[in-house]
């Protein structure tokens, strides 16, 4: 007669050890899935800022920020997001805000500065250049500087500026270009086709550093092509640009000969140096 009551015992038993038992594997899936979460939370959040339509970026950091104002991660997202966006005058009040939180650091600084750049506030971005103490020396921040001192012609500072940057970074293509740019505006037209050279020598790939440099010797009255790495577009493209190059300086025949190198050269119908032709034949 025991034996019933044992099992029912037994079976209680086991039946509230169960229902522990799943209580417990229920909190440890849910902790599970709060920290996947996170995971995901914080991947797609660098996902944002590299691939996809940026304004798209800007919106899901916004969404973020609404239920984590206080984020600085997020707040730093939008910042960089609305840069992308071209949203340059609300990208100056991003990183305003991203200032205001106890966990900012002076590259947020400097990226503020950057915004301020972006949307032609000169004075602001110098301001708050000067604000991030010296010692504090970064590829960036030197970039902006050298910029900003183009900007009010203080020609030594840039080129100081311009040779610091170039040192404080492994991919100096781009400023190089910037530095290159800075040359050729000046009239210096040997210097700036020097960098433009090193700039192509160090990323290939960066067509506006192609273009630079035949600007840079087109104004010198050089028209043969320079030996750089070229498709039959880019190559075309380039003798378009050293044809107006000519033209510009009154070189019009030569001119002319560079158009008609250029339509033969693209692979396809090159509408742009066609016009150019026609233009200088009907005049």
Known sequence: ???????????AGATALAACGEKNADETVQRAFQDVNVVDENNLSDVMLTVGDPNEAVSFFQRTLKAKPDSIKHQRGLGLSLIRAKRFDEAVGAWKKVLENKDSIPDDSIELADAFVRAGNWD?????????????????????????????QEWTKADSFYEIAVGLTTAPASVLNNWGYSKLTRGDYKDAE???????????????????????????????????????????????TLALSAIKRGDVETGKGLLRDAIETHPQHFEEAVRSLRALETA
């Open 194 to 240: 020097r960098l433009f050279t090193s700039a192509i020598t160090q990323d290939n790939s960066l067509f506006t550093a192609k273009n630079n440099l035949i600007l840079a010797r087109g104004a010198q009255g050089e028209y043969a092509m320079p030996v750089i790495p070229l498709d039959q577009v880019e190559r075309a493209q380039l003798l378009h």
């Open 1 to 11: 007669m025991r034996h019933p009551i044992l099992f029912s015992a037994f079976l």
């Open 124 to 152: 602001q971005a110098e301001k708050t250049l000067d604000a991030v103490p010296p010692t504090h020396e970064t590829f960036k921040r030197y970039r902006l500087e050298a910029i900003i001192a183009d900007s009010k």
